[in-house]
């Protein structure tokens, strides 16, 4: 398993100091969030070229990119239109492609019949179209995807390019344990975000045992001193592993 960093306990800073705060608490890669950060890597202030050079620059790696979520319709209107939202999809796919990434992150729309249609119909055209990608559903408290029986639900109907992102905190908040998710989905598993490190300890001893080698993706709440939180959870975890 391979650590990385989340910008969510430094959601403020833009990329060139996210990117200094993970190589000084000590992580060799980081993911970025399209949304919900200033380190986006699509900042009006920043371009491509740039991202790869500050990259290139710290000698970090980039582990994945959280696009936008698969809601099936319109931002500006809330107008029902799969189309344009994988449009909208597609163009943060590629940006990710364009920085050497295979796979891409996202969550589902409303917790609505409607919603769990769009997002299964739009993962499976979504992987149609571009087949060198696999895509990580993420779960999120009032979403189609909630708790297990949501994924219980999808993931069978779906292209095995299709993967579960475990996300520990999102899951927690709606009384799901992440372990339970885990033991079902273990080797579906594309890629684990740990909300916090304590209590951790037995899905990464499952995640051992289903060879999951993965990255482990340390996303943790805003902190007022993300640099010393980031560089605890880092060494508390390269403990337990």
């Known amino acids: ?53 500050q990259f290139k620059a710290t000698g970090l790696r980039l582990s994945g990119f959280n696009i936008r979520p698969l809601t099936g319709r319109k931002a500006d209107s809330d107008e029902r239109n799969l189309g344009y939202n ?11 492609r364009a920085l050497g990434l295979k796979s891409a992150n996202l969550r589902g729309g409303a917790r609505t019949g409607e919603a769990r249609s769009d997002l299964r119909s739009g993962v499976q055209q979504l992987l149609r179209r571009i087949p060198d990608i696999n895509l990580n559903l993420g779960s999120a408290p009032g979403t189609a995807l909630r708790e297990l029986a949501d994924y219980q639900a999808l993931i069978p109907c779906l292209d095995p390019r299709a993967r579960v992102l475990l996300h520990t905190g999102a899951l927690e908040a709606t009384g799901e344990d992440p372990l339970r998710v885990a033991q079902v989905f273990g080797r579906r598993i594309g890629v684990v975000h740990l909300h916090q490190v304590q209590g951790c300890e ?26 010393a939180a980031a560089r605890q959870a880092r060494a508390d975890l390269e403990r337990l592993l």
């Open 1 to 53: 398993m391979k650590l990385s960093l989340s910008p969510s306990l430094c959601p403020k800073l833009r990329l060139g100091a996210f990117l200094a705060l993970a190589k000084e608490a000590g992580f060799a890669a980081v993911e970025l969030c399209r949304t919900e950060s200033e380190s986006s890597p699509v900042h009006p202030e920043t371009s491509v070229r740039m991202v790869r050079d």
């Open 86 to 96: 994988l449009r909208q999809l597609e163009w943060d796919i590629h940006l990710g």
């Open 202 to 227: 037995a899905l990464l001893r499952h995640l051992r045992q289903v060879d999951y080698c993965g990255e482990l993706v340390v996303a943790l709440a805003p902190s007022a001193e993300p640099l």
